[in-house]
């Protein structure tokens, strides 16, 4: 069993940033993908970026690619996502998720664990 707290969210104008983090616990946790998705009101739930706990490969959507990052903290358990150059549109619940594999995968179904989310509101 997987749990992830999801945290970091909030309001911010155009242009900022704001650096989301997911702490995970587990009895062991070992070759994992740790994925943040977005969710915004009437919207599906769209994939953000990912990345492997143990080799630290990324993947990242198109639509963040240049201004999010993600990141592992092996020593805290924690899988973080900095964003800058925010938009209206990066407007959303975002929500970590993690599923045990050594790949990285973007879509939702794929991914057996999630956190609850944080909103991430961007003003124009």
């Known amino acids: 069993q997987v749990e992830l707290v999801a945290s970091g969210g909030g309001l911010v104008q155009t242009g900022g940033s704001l650096r989301l983090s997911c702490v995970a616990s587990?009895?062991?946790?070992?070759?994992?993908?740790i994925g943040w998705f977005r969710q915004a009101p009437g919207k599906e739930r769209d994939f953000v970026a990912a990345?492997?706990?143990?080799?630290?490969?990324?993947l990242y959507a198109d639509s963040v690619k240049g201004r999010f990052t993600i990141s592992v903290d092996n020593g805290k358990n924690t899988v973080s996502l900095q964003m800058g150059s925010l938009r209206p549109e990066d407007t959303a619940v975002y929500y970590c998720?993690?599923?045990?594999?050594?790949?990285?995968?973007?879509?939702?179904?794929?991914?057996?664990?999630w956190g609850q989310g944080t909103q991430v509101t961007v003003s124009s």
């Open positions: 998720a993690a599923t045990p594999t050594a790949g990285l995968f973007s879509q939702a179904g794929d991914y057996r664990y």
């Open positions: 990345i492997t706990w143990n080799e630290h490969n990324t």
């Open positions: 587990a009895r062991r946790f070992n070759y994992y993908a």
